[in-house]
């Protein structure tokens, strides 16, 4: 085995246990590689980019008081956004398979809203306006 690739497994294998993502890397870190650098430097900086792809998102954002929300990712590439403005809304998004899509949109007092995806590929989205509103949507 060539020596560099030698030197790389130790790496691949702390970076798959630790879930390292390109976001976790500093800026420098994914710089083209100095004149003079080993090949193993500019290498771990390649291979975490790659893992960028599989990584999830989430975006919450409240404006009010007292709204809770809750998300619980497990998959890959999945994506959930948060919206809620007014008082005691509540939110959650669980999704356990990958490339899944939630958004939850709600204004207004006391709302309360729950996705619930476990397959791969689902697509889903609450939207409430007013008050006292409760929407549940599950997707398996």
């Not at 998959?75 to 998004?93: K, R, T, V, Y």
């Not at 939207?127 to 398996?140: E, F, H």
């Amino acid at each position: 085995m060539k020596p560099v690739i030698r030197s790389l497994l130790p790496l691949c294998a702390l970076l798959a246990f630790m879930a390292v993502r390109a976001g976790d890397l500093a800026p420098p870190e994914l710089q083209a590689p100095a004149p003079g650098a080993r090949a193993a430097d500019s290498m771990a900086a390649r291979l975490a980019v790659g893992l960028q792809a599989q990584q999830s998102q989430v975006s919450v954002t409240q404006d009010g008081s007292d709204n809770s929300a809750t998300v619980l990712q497990s998959g890959l590439d999945n994506q959930a956004l948060i919206q809620q403005a007014g008082q005691q809304n509540e939110a959650s998004i669980l999704q356990n398979g990958a490339r899944n899509r939630a958004d939850i949109d709600q204004r207004g007092v006391l709302n309360t809203a729950r996705i619930e995806q476990v397959g791969v590929q689902g697509a889903a989205r609450i939207t409430q306006y007013g008050n006292g509103k409760t929407a549940v949507l599950i997707q398996r």
